[in-house]
């Protein structure tokens, strides 16, 4: 229990954010303290953008692997475009190795973060597939897309007519935190589909979205749109 | 957005007077489309406020419970709110009116006359924190960076609540209140309670029931009474014969005192010169309001209707918005709570957990086997919960639960951190008999008891979490 030790106003504002407010400065420079610490979170935003997901986490799950037309990380921040298209050896992989017409597909994807997935996968992906299951949908093949950018969902639908498609992806790292997914879920994605078809659950990680309730709460949004045969801001939740 | 008005009726029989009020509660939902829904009370406001009746009671220590309900009957038609409407509430029974055989009586038959969802509570530690609520105190608390204390002075006790940054930190109370002595205007005693006898004896004034008070002796009571109460909140004294129940002061000490209740509203009358300016109530209640100011201390921003105030508006919450419910049997009421830290080591460690949670469920069953659901269980202390560990709490659960409680149908958790559906979802899938309801976002600190409403808004339900410690 706090005793009465006054505290001071500024460490009360500072408990309501991460950002980097009175951090203090020595002269009209900051911190040597807060120079490094700024470098070093630039540094792990940067590692999240350029690294891959290790295959022990992709195996742990059994998702097999396919990639866009993006060809390095270059290219993929270059073209954005291309990687919302799958390269061609990927569409015969999926029409292959796939369920067709699931009620809900589940695509997990690097984006920008591949710490984001590394992080998080673990404890998202089995929560979620119970999750779905306690509503007794019927779940397609999981895979991973290498590079793949949001409206990748929309090929895959094409290809695979799943009911509704959940994509996890790693989220653009910032400073706060570069480990940070999300969960972008789509009714009947394909072509023409719009963002305002698409919804998002945001910010999952350890200190944000908490990943295993993130989890379960998709599964009852994904029941949602199934039951309503919408998504995005038509439907009702 | 969706946003949703219900009502809610706060009665509060206490020792000297009872008063009702009704308020309504606005209850929003936010859906952003990018994070998990949230849901909260944002607005609460009062739209019906009772005269103070004084409690009417069949003896000195017996509630008439019959005229009781024809004056609620009555303030219901005026506030012109029907039973059906009401979806939250309570009826918190105070000071020495919350005798065993009041309580009791009071809480089976108000539960037909008051609305369905209407609590019944007791217990001096809510009490106070009610009545904090009430007074504005705990707000103010969130406004500055001092330490404030609520001393709620009724007829019989006054409830002590220190509270800090919106929070309650510390409560207690004492034997001290107008109706503590009675008499009539000519100095006739007609009643001193006995919780004064020690305190009477320590200060050398002798006053009986029969006797004669003077204005002199009655002056150097209620100085005394009231200079004991302000040391002991401040701190400056570490013991007091005045206590209700035994209590280990802390070492925080209030920057601020404010004095609400029946004796706050009286503190801005002038100073009583006579025996007859005194005994306006037929007790000593002025009196004491005059020496509590001449200490320099305040009022509250809201006295005499305080603890109901914080009854009616401030004792329901509503649960996280993703919870998970597996049953048709809410609402539930009076559901004991057992608490259990998840984890206190440095680590997490599901072999501790299931003893704690053993230990704690072999208790509960032998007192609280008869319900279903017997019990809530209340995690708190979470570390960050990994789908690993979320295995391990059902598996811990199910098993320790089920052992304890074998006929039970009904498993509720309640959890501190936002993880009830992916708990309530992973206990479901390992047992496909149980009713499962699972909550989570719930303090439940000040609690023994909890009720659970319906959903108010889409899944997240109403909750008050209330004491029933009846004194006997």
């Known amino acids: 229990m706090l005793a009465n030790s006054k505290k001071d106003p500024l460490e009360t504002l500072k408990q309501f954010t991460p950002a980097r407010i009175g951090v203090g400065r020595t002269g009209t420079r900051p911190l040597t303290r807060d120079v490094l610490q700024f470098r070093t979170d630039h540094a792990a935003a940067v590692d999240s953008v350029y690294g891959t997901v290790p295959e022990s986490i992709l195996s742990e799950f059994s998702l ?57 996968l673990g404890d998202v992906y089995p929560a979620l597939i119970d999750s779905l299951e306690s509503y007794n949908l019927q779940i397609g093949t999981s895979f ?94 | 957005m969706t946003r949703q008005w219900i009502t809610s009726i706060g009665l509060d029989i206490g020792t000297s007077t009872t008063k009702l009020i009704a308020s309504e509660l606005l209850i929003s939902q936010s859906q952003d489309q990018f994070t998990l829904p949230g849901c909260q009370i944002i607005d609460r406001r009062v739209t019906y406020a009772s005269s103070i009746y004084t409690t009417p009671m069949v003896n000195e220590v017996e509630i008439d419970v019959e005229q009781l309900t024809q004056l609620l009957q009555k303030e219901y038609k005026q506030a012109r709110v029907t039973l059906d409407q009401v979806h939250a509430g309570a009826v918190i029974i105070t000071g020495e009116s919350a005798r065993k055989q009041n309580a009791e009586k009071i809480v089976h038959y108000l539960a037909e006359h008051a609305g369905n969802f209407v609590v019944a509570t007791a217990g001096a530690d809510l009490e106070g924190v009610l009545a904090a609520k009430g007074s504005g105190v705990i707000e103010r608390s969130t406004q500055t960076d001092q330490t404030i204390a609520n001393i709620d002075v009724g007829g019989g006790t006054a409830n002590i609540a220190l509270c800090q940054d919106g929070k309650v930190i510390e409560t207690f109370t004492l034997h001290v209140g107008g109706r503590l002595i009675r008499l009539d205007k000519n100095g006739q005693v007609t009643y001193v309670s006995s919780y004064l006898t020690e305190f ?28 004991e109460t302000i040391n002991y909140v401040k701190g400056i004294s570490k013991a007091s014969s005045l206590l209700v129940s035994p209590h280990t002061r802390s070492d925080i000490q209030p920057d601020t005192l404010l004095v609400s209740g029946g004796v706050g509203a009286m503190m801005k009358e002038k100073k009583p010169e006579t025996l007859e300016e005194v005994t306006v109530h037929g007790d ?67 072999e501790r957990f299931q003893e704690r949670l053993q230990q704690a469920l072999q208790q509960a069953s032998t007192l609280f086997s008869e319900d279903d659901p017997p019990v809530a269980l209340a995690l708190s202390h979470f570390p960050y919960c990994s789908y690993k560990m979320l295995q391990q709490l059902t598996k811990a659960i199910l098993a320790e639960f089920t052992a304890c ?31 499962i309801i699972c909550l989570d976002q719930i303090d439940f600190t000040h609690g023994d008891y909890i009720d659970l409403g319906l959903p108010v808004a889409g899944e997240a339900i109403s909750v008050s979490v209330k004491t029933l410690a009846f004194s006997s």
């Open chain 2, 405 to 435: 409680f074998k006929d039970a149908k009904c498993l509720v958790v309640l959890c501190e951190q936002d993880i009830a559906k992916a708990l309530g979802q992973a206990l479901a899938k390992q047992s496909k008999t149980l009713d």
């Open chain 2, 200 to 227: 009477l004896d320590s200060i050398s004034v002798l006053l009986k029931k029969g006797g004669k008070a003077t204005f002199e002796q009655l002056s150097a009571i209620c100085q005394h009474m009231a200079e």
């Open chain 1, 64 to 120: 097999f692997s396919v990639t866009t037309q993006v060809e390095s990380m270059e290219h993929y921040l270059k073209r954005p475009d291309h990687g919302r298209l799958l390269a061609d050896e990927a569409k015969t992989l999926l029409q292959k190795n796939c369920l067709q017409t699931p009620d809900v597909q589940v695509v997990v994807s690097d984006g920008l973060s591949a710490k984001a997935i590394e992080e998080n």
């Open chain 1, 144 to 237: 991973f897309v290498k590079g793949g950018r949001v409206a990748c969902m929309d090929q895959i639908g094409e290809i695979l007519k799943p009911k509704a498609l959940v994509l996890l992806i790693g989220e653009r790292p910032g400073l706060m935190s570069a480990e940070s997914m999300s969960a972008y879920m789509c009714y009947q994605p394909g072509k023409g589909k719009k963002e305002s078809d698409r919804m998002v659950i945001s910010n999952i990680h350890k200190r944000g979205t908490p990943p295993i309730e993130a989890a379960a709460h998709i599964g009852t949004l994904i029941d949602k749109m199934l039951q309503q045969k919408t998504s995005g801001v038509h439907l009702i939740v």
């Open chain 2, 284 to 350: 000593v209640g002025p009196l004491l309001a005059w020496h509590f100011q001449a200490w320099g201390v305040s009022p509250a921003p809201e006295t005499a209707r305080a603890t109901v105030i914080g009854a009616g508006m401030q004792n329901t919450e509503v649960s996280g918005s993703t919870v998970y419910i597996r049953s048709d049997r809410l609402p539930l009421k009076n559901v004991p709570i057992v608490n259990i830290p998840v984890q206190q080591e440095e680590e997490w460690m599901p």
